[in-house]
């Protein structure tokens, strides 16, 4: 089986209508330096094959990695702290790995994409049913990153430079806060909690809230599992004009207590609880939810609802706010996000229902009620905290002695918290489960009588109940199936059509990859087991980072970013560190192209940074590129000063040209002391042929989604891993993977000059899993493959839609090349017209409005899994398109696509952000 369609026959009959002899002659004609090539070709192998493994292989290879772990199918578990086991319903499990929602792209083009666009439309509605909040986006990465968020939103809107953050808030939390932060000049301040209660203590909040209080940030249940009370909190802060911020770890718990929208202002959270699987961290699924008031500040997508004829349709509501419209003004840097744990969470709410919920949380609720009060009844060990709690608490015992004992018997205890033991108890544990455990940790035998308590006895303070129940609607199973499954189907995806999008390598993803990944020794991996019980997980880890390093030549990478932008953001934070270690201070500025993707100026501006501008007010983008659409040396050479930090590139660049004169860009950039930094999203062009280490960039990011065939989920989840070179790699987040002389593996926290922690846990494990299986099913010489199908099949398309389409850089492309259709001006038609036609040719649009350098610009990229066919295919579909245009008769057919009709983004799609059930 081969991922790639071409033959070497066919590949010969397009090089020769691109009108070169070979692959090589090509590779000159777009400008990559031959020492590149050489370098590429003789590096040194680490770990990748030299062919790609079969599938048999890889499904040995990975069922073996899955069997290193200790898997809670097999083990039982008592570990939370944000991250919980929840039994996952079957037929979530068939809904979610269908196709259509498994395989599209960001929801943009609302008519191809109306399936994802509804779901996420459900998730937003429910979650502001559970929140009691006026507006949800459609996902954040994770609770942690969404809280940070949250802080720099109640800054913005406050203009205040403080946040006030109790004690009880999750410790990882805490640290992606202060990283966040850091480099926006804002403070934290931590209020210390109630020692008998363990909640925040009220009097110090109110010492501590004044005028510069920007918000005040409380998790609930917070870290210890303790109910706060968030209505007397969020007095405190309102008091002093400080804004509310209520952290979610379980959001199961809001099917009984009351909802925080009743006091906060921003309710964010992490919603991996609902239907989502632990893989050892990630991905999970951040939330964010706020008042009407705040919706224009608020980060990643929202979608929206409107009548159109008399039907519904959806489309993405607020986008002016986002990057790729406002780049450094932006509300946030966040682009891909976790689209499809949104979706899971949807179904899995659904198939619960608003009834099956409550019970639900009830059973977490009693199950941890009896196994605290059975453990209480042995002499020796006390609660911690006198407060109510959910279904986690903390025991004050000899934490390392019992965990000790019960790991012998297949048991995780628990989380150690400084002298106590932090226990979850969810339904997955039987009553068996929980005897036994008891038994073992009370040393005598437990009447069999025993049975949960009662609701109205447990010590519930009743203000913190719930009072109406949820309007979560109480289906049955197949009433749910036909829903989503006929949801499902309103979408393009790439396992159902052809996606030529520029920059967002929408390629077919191999099913063993998936198929590697969903081994229960993966899915079902608490990221806080102890370390001999994930070997194999943190085995694939430390492989993938070599992997990576081979593939680029850089020489250590972190897996921890979420998403492309998530590293970019990381890595201006590493630039910061470098210079700031230097002693460097002066640097404040960023070198960006004005061709460059959104993200790039924003992840800038969220680390602290200025974007180079020009005009009389500084407010335009510097156009770099000279007209051969390459870096303009001598421009260059005049922006580059000492008060520059770092030149952030994208290569091939979004034209889908090569930079020829990089080794000499670079030079530039060192020599003034600068860094040089790669957005590595078109890595679909360079693998075995030019490698970042070897073009001299200190840091890249990759998109693991977009190169590495890890599918898009529509929307995410990504990962976005950072390399970097040795002299930076002391900077990189914690924990990085490690492996010990006598080759056992370990996280290591030991860095003190890390930026901190960007996630929660360790990254987004479960794509990376998706990633590494694919590395290894190409092996290097398949990767190579990849890049030399891509390019071949770009420049077939652009040579055969030359004719009729207008090419503003004439010259030979890379992945993706970019056409005008300024000429079509004249018949009245516009780009989207021509994309929205493509429609009902059955292909998906391609890339729009990016970059912004070329007025009416169509981004092609046909990546390599495409066939001769699909391409001659779509060059059809253009040029009918352009014939259609051209007669008066037809024209109408193109301005008015596709046949099912136009969805317009109106006003009224933003005043419709959720479903009242
Ligand atoms: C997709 C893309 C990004 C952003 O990546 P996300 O994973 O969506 O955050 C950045 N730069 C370029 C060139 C891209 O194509």
Request: charged share 25%; aromatic share 8%; net charge neutral.
């Given at each position: 089986?081969?991922?790639?369609?071409n033959t070497e026959k066919q590949k010969k009959e397009m090089l020769k209508v691109i009108g070169v002899k070979n692959f090589e002659e090509l590779l000159d004609k777009i400008g990559v330096p031959r020492d590149l090539m050489r370098k590429a070709k003789k590096s040194k192998s680490l770990i990748l094959p030299r062919k790609g493994l079969?599938?048999?292989?890889?499904?040995?290879?990975?069922?073996?990695?899955?069997?290193?772990?200790?898997?809670?199918?097999?083990?039982?578990?008592?570990?939370?702290?944000?991250?919980?086991?929840?039994?996952?319903?079957?037929?979530?499990?068939?809904?979610?790995?269908?196709?259509?929602?498994?395989?599209?792209?960001?929801?943009?083009?609302?008519?191809?994409?109306?399936?994802?666009?509804?779901?996420?439309?459900?998730?937003?509605?429910?979650?502001?049913?559970?929140?009691?909040?006026?507006?949800?986006?459609?996902?954040?990465?994770?609770?942690?990153?969404?809280?940070?968020?949250?802080?720099?939103?109640?800054?913005?809107?406050?203009?205040?430079?403080?946040?006030?953050?109790?004690?009880?808030?999750?410790?990882?939390?805490?640290?992606?806060?202060?990283?966040?932060?850091?480099?926006?000049?804002?403070?934290?301040?931590?209020?210390?909690?109630?020692?008998?209660?363990?909640?925040?203590?009220?009097?110090?909040?109110?010492?501590?809230?004044?005028?510069?209080?920007?918000?005040?940030?409380?998790?609930?249940?917070?870290?210890?599992?303790?109910?706060?009370?968030?209505?007397?909190?969020?007095?405190?802060?309102?008091?002093?004009?400080?804004?509310?911020?209520?952290?979610?770890?379980?959001?199961?718990?809001?099917?009984?207590?009351?909802?925080?929208?009743?006091?906060?202002?921003?309710?964010?959270?992490?919603?991996?609880?609902?239907?989502?699987?632990?893989?050892?961290?990630?991905?999970?699924?951040?939330?964010?939810?706020?008042?009407?008031?705040?919706?224009?500040?608020?980060?990643?997508?929202?979608?929206?609802?409107?009548?159109?004829?008399?039907?519904?349709?959806?489309?993405?509501?607020?986008?002016?706010?986002?990057?790729?419209?406002?780049?450094?003004?932006?509300?946030?840097?966040?682009?891909?996000?976790?689209?499809?744990?949104?979706?899971?969470?949807?179904?899995?709410?659904?198939?619960?229902?608003?009834?099956?919920?409550?019970?639900?949380?009830?059973?977490?609720?009693?199950?941890?009620?009896?196994?605290?009060?059975?453990?209480?009844?042995?002499?020796?060990?006390?609660?911690?905290?006198?407060?109510?709690?959910?279904?986690?608490?903390?025991?004050?015992?000899?934490?390392?002695?019992?965990?000790?004992?019960?790991?012998?018997?297949?048991?995780?205890?628990?989380?150690?918290?400084?002298?106590?033991?932090?226990?979850?108890?969810?339904?997955?544990?039987?009553?068996?489960?929980?005897?036994?455990?008891?038994?073992?940790?009370?040393?005598?035998?437990?009447?069999?009588?025993?049975?949960?308590?009662?609701?109205?006895?447990?010590?519930?303070?009743?203000?913190?109940?719930?009072?109406?129940?949820?309007?979560?609607?109480?289906?049955?199973?197949?009433?749910?199936?036909?829903?989503?499954?006929?949801?499902?189907?309103?979408?393009?995806?790439?396992?159902?059509?052809?996606?030529?999008?520029?920059?967002?390598?929408?390629?077919?993803?191999?099913?063993?990859?998936?198929?590697?990944?969903?081994?229960?020794?993966?899915?079902?991996?608490?990221?806080?087991?102890?370390?001999?019980?994930?070997?194999?997980?943190?085995?694939?880890?430390?492989?993938?980072?070599?992997?990576?390093?081979?593939?680029?030549?850089?020489?250590?990478?972190?897996?921890?970013?979420?998403?492309?932008?998530?590293?970019?953001?990381?890595?201006?934070?590493?630039?910061?560190?470098?210079?700031?270690?230097?002693?460097?201070?002066?640097?404040?500025?960023?070198?960006?192209?004005?061709?460059?993707?959104?993200?790039?100026?924003?992840?800038?501006?969220?680390?602290?940074?200025?974007?180079?501008?020009?005009?009389?007010?500084?407010?335009?983008?510097?156009?770099?590129?000279?007209?051969?659409?390459?870096?303009?040396?001598?421009?260059?050479?005049?922006?580059?000063n000492e008060e520059v930090a770092a030149v952030m590139l994208t290569v091939p660049n979004t034209l889908g040209l090569f930079e020829s004169k990089i080794i000499e860009i670079a030079d530039i950039v060192h020599k003034k002391g600068g860094l040089l930094y790669l957005d590595g999203a078109n890595m679909n062009a360079l693998l075995g042929?030019?490698?970042?280490?070897?073009?001299?960039?200190?840091?890249?990011?990759?998109?693991?989604?977009?190169?590495?065939?890890?599918?898009?989920?529509?929307?995410?989840?990504?990962?976005?891993?950072?390399?970097?070179?040795?002299?930076?790699?002391?900077?990189?987040?914690?924990?990085?993977?490690?492996?010990?002389?006598?080759?056992?593996?370990?996280?290591?926290?030991?860095?003190?000059?890390?930026?901190?922690?960007?996630?929660?846990?360790?990254?987004?494990?479960?794509?990376?899993?998706?990633?590494?299986?694919?590395?290894?099913?190409?092996?290097?010489?398949?990767?190579?493959?990849?890049?030399?199908?891509?390019?071949?099949?770009?420049?077939?398309?652009?040579?055969?839609?030359?004719?009729?389409?207008?090419?503003?850089?004439?010259?030979?492309?890379?992945?993706?090349?970019?056409?005008?259709?300024?000429?079509?001006?004249?018949?009245?038609?516009?780009?989207?017209?021509?994309?929205?036609?493509?429609?009902?040719?059955?292909?998906?649009?391609?890339?729009?409005?990016?970059?912004?350098?070329?007025?009416?610009?169509?981004?092609?990229?046909?990546?390599?899994?495409?066939?001769?066919?699909?391409?001659?295919?779509?060059?059809?579909?253009?040029?009918?398109?352009?014939?259609?245009?051209?007669?008066?008769?037809?024209?109408?057919?193109?301005?008015?696509?596709?046949?099912?009709?136009?969805?317009?983004?109106?006003?009224?799609?933003?005043?419709?952000?959720?479903?009242?059930?």
């Amino acid at each position: 089986m081969d991922f790639i369609p071409n033959t070497e026959k066919q590949k010969k009959e397009m090089l020769k209508v691109i009108g070169v002899k070979n692959f090589e002659e090509l590779l000159d004609k777009i400008g990559v330096p031959r020492d590149l090539m050489r370098k590429a070709k003789k590096s040194k192998s680490l770990i990748l094959p030299r062919k790609g493994l079969s599938e048999i292989e890889l499904k040995r290879y990975f069922m073996k990695l899955a069997e290193k772990n200790a898997d809670l199918g097999h083990w039982t578990s008592f570990l939370g702290a944000g991250a919980y086991e929840h039994h996952i319903p079957a037929a979530l499990e068939t809904l979610i790995t269908r196709s259509e929602f498994v395989t599209p792209y960001t929801p943009y083009q609302a008519e191809a994409s109306q399936g994802t666009l509804e779901a996420l439309f459900e998730f937003q509605s429910l979650i502001c049913e559970l929140t009691g909040m006026d507006v949800s986006n459609s996902s954040m990465y994770d609770g942690a990153t969404a809280l940070a968020e949250a802080a720099i939103l109640a800054a913005n809107a406050t203009k205040r430079k403080e946040v006030l953050v109790s004690a009880g808030l999750h410790p990882a939390y805490k640290k992606v806060l202060e990283t966040y932060l850091r480099n926006l000049n804002l403070e934290i301040r931590e209020i210390e909690y109630d020692v008998k209660l363990g909640t925040v203590d009220l009097n110090w909040l109110k010492v501590k809230t004044n005028e510069y209080t920007a918000a005040v940030i409380v998790q609930n249940p917070n870290f210890f599992g303790c109910l706060e009370d968030i209505s007397k909190v969020g007095k405190i802060a309102h008091s002093k004009g400080a804004l509310f911020i209520v952290s979610v770890l379980e959001p199961l718990s809001l099917a009984i207590l009351e909802a925080p929208g009743k006091y906060a202002d921003i309710v964010t959270g992490e919603a991996q609880s609902f239907g989502n699987p632990l893989y050892f961290g990630g991905p999970h699924l951040g939330f964010f939810t706020t008042k009407e008031k705040f919706v224009p500040r608020m980060p990643g997508r929202i979608v929206g609802r409107n009548e159109e004829n008399g039907k519904e349709v959806y489309t993405l509501a607020w986008q002016t706010r986002e990057q790729h419209i406002r780049r450094e003004t932006a509300t946030s840097n966040i682009c891909t996000n976790n689209a499809l744990n949104a979706i899971a969470a949807t179904i899995y709410l659904y198939l619960l229902g608003g009834k099956g919920l409550k019970k639900l949380a009830e059973e977490n609720l009693l199950k941890a009620h009896y196994v605290q009060k059975m453990i209480l009844a042995n002499a020796g060990i006390r609660p911690k905290f006198s407060g109510s709690f959910f279904n986690e608490f903390t025991l004050f015992c000899n934490t390392e002695g019992i965990k000790q004992k019960l790991l012998k018997d297949r048991i995780f205890a628990g989380i150690t918290w400084e002298d106590s033991l932090l226990m979850a108890v969810t339904e997955t544990k039987t009553k068996k489960d929980i005897d036994c455990f008891v038994e073992k940790v009370v040393d005598f035998p437990l009447l069999p009588e025993m049975s949960y308590p009662k609701i109205e006895y447990l010590n519930f303070p009743s203000q913190y109940l719930r009072k109406t129940p949820l309007r979560i609607p109480n289906l049955s199973e197949p009433e749910v199936m036909r829903i989503f499954t006929r949801m499902s189907q309103r979408n393009f995806s790439v396992d159902t059509h052809f996606y030529p999008l520029g920059s967002c390598t929408m390629k077919y993803n191999p099913k063993i990859c998936e198929k590697a990944t969903g081994f229960s020794g993966f899915k079902n991996i608490h990221p806080y087991q102890p370390e001999e019980t994930v070997q194999g997980i943190l085995e694939l880890g430390w492989k993938m980072e070599k992997a990576l390093c081979e593939i680029t030549g850089m020489d250590r990478f972190s897996l921890q970013p979420a998403a492309g932008a998530h590293g970019e953001l990381l890595g201006m934070m590493i630039v910061r560190a470098y210079h700031n270690e230097r002693g460097d201070t002066a640097r404040k500025k960023v070198i960006i192209p004005e061709s460059a993707h959104g993200t790039n100026p924003s992840s800038c501006a969220r680390c602290g940074y200025e974007v180079v501008k020009k005009g009389s007010n500084k407010q335009e983008d510097i156009e770099l590129l000279n007209e051969q659409g390459e870096i303009d040396i001598g421009l260059l050479k005049e922006l580059m000063n000492e008060e520059v930090a770092a030149v952030m590139l994208t290569v091939p660049n979004t034209l889908g040209l090569f930079e020829s004169k990089i080794i000499e860009i670079a030079d530039i950039v060192h020599k003034k002391g600068g860094l040089l930094y790669l957005d590595g999203a078109n890595m679909n062009a360079l693998l075995g042929i030019a490698r970042p280490k070897d073009m001299r960039f200190d840091i890249v990011h990759l998109n693991l989604h977009k190169t590495f065939s890890t599918p898009h989920g529509g929307g995410g989840p990504g990962s976005g891993p950072l390399g970097v070179t040795k002299e930076l790699a002391k900077f990189l987040p914690m924990p990085t993977i490690e492996k010990t002389e006598d080759g056992k593996y370990y996280l290591c926290y030991g860095l003190p000059k890390s930026v901190g922690k960007i996630q929660a846990f360790y990254g987004n494990i479960g794509v990376i899993i998706k990633a590494y299986a694919y590395i290894l099913a190409l092996g290097r010489s398949g990767l190579k493959k990849v890049s030399e199908n891509a390019i071949v099949n770009a420049n077939y398309l652009l040579e055969l839609l030359k004719d009729n389409y207008q090419v503003p850089y004439d010259r030979a492309c890379m992945h993706e090349f970019v056409l005008s259709l300024k000429n079509l001006e004249a018949y009245n038609i516009h780009v989207w017209d021509v994309a929205k036609r493509l429609i009902d040719y059955g292909i998906h649009p391609p890339t729009m409005r990016f970059p912004q350098i070329v007025k009416e610009v169509l981004m092609i990229e046909p990546t390599e899994t495409e066939s001769k066919e699909t391409l001659d295919r779509f060059i059809e579909a253009m040029i009918k398109i352009y014939q259609e245009i051209g007669s008066q008769s037809t024209s109408w057919k193109v301005r008015e696509a596709p046949v099912s009709g136009r969805i317009e983004e109106k006003a009224a799609t933003r005043r419709n952000l959720k479903r009242e059930y």
